[in-house]
């Protein structure tokens, strides 16, 4: 069900600068980037393996990014786990008795389907699940 980790999201004021930390220190490329407006953020991918880091930039305060970011600073925000079948995963963690922010998914970044499991759930933890989508389009 859960296969890989699909990335991890850091929350981050100033995107351009900690790209650059990634890219020119760990040698990680920024090799997407995308305003998602639903979710009220500019957002960065940057290459590791298979994986990525997705910078989150707050589009403004009132986001829940912003939010987060006022609240606690910049840093680590979420988990994602990368799953086959989205509305699988999310079936079966309602029969596991799992709270859920979303119950059904929604999109995401590069049109992936995405969902987000309660942090109260796993340890304080904001936990993302993403099916990717069938192409990417770079
Ligand atoms: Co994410």
Known sequence: MFETIDHVGVAVLDLERV??????AFGMPVVHRETVESQGVEAALLGIGDAHVELLRPLGP??????????????????????DDIDAALAGLREAGVELIDTEARVGIRRSRVAFVHPKAVAGVLTELVEPAAELDH
Not at 62 to 81: N, P
């Open 62 to 83: 009132e986001t829940v990014v912003g939010r987060f970011i006022a609240k606690r600073g910049e840093g680590l925000h979420h988990v994602a786990y990368r799953v």
């Open 19 to 24: 790209a650059g930390v990634y890219g020119a």
